[in-house]
Nanobody
């Protein structure tokens, strides 16, 4: 059974920083792309940042220059460093990863449970 567990959310004032973590556990053969999504109240879930196995990254325009995605393959963990936070960054942040468990040897997406990020004015 594969699980993704997020941590690091919370309440922060505008201009502050938070660091999210997402650790994968279980009987895992391999992990390819890892991503962070977010969903603001009343809005659809949007892709915020992606990172490949080799470390290539991409960001949605609204977070470029403020957020940094990274990963530690040995720890099976992906991070999202969020700086210069704005109230519009408020939402539930979800970790997503393409994982191949030993049971199937095939990649499929897995999701974390989400962690709340609230940025106050």
């Amino acid at each position: 059974q594969v699980q993704l567990v997020e941590s690091g959310g919370g309440l922060v004032q505008a201009g502050g920083s938070l660091r999210l973590s997402c650790a994968a556990s279980g009987s895992i053969y391999s992990i390819s792309g890892m991503n962070w999504y977010r969903q603001a109240p009343g809005k659809e879930r949007e892709l915020v940042a992606t990172i490949s196995t080799g470390g290539d990254t991409n960001y949605v325009d609204s977070v470029k220059g403020r957020f940094t995605i990274s990963r530690d393959n040995a720890k099976r963990t992906v991070y999202l460093q969020m700086d210069s936070l704005k109230p519009e960054d408020t939402g539930v942040y979800y970790c997503n990863a393409n994982v191949a468990p030993y049971s199937t040897w095939s990649y499929r997406p897995y999701w974390g449970q989400g962690t709340q990020v609230t940025v106050s004015v």
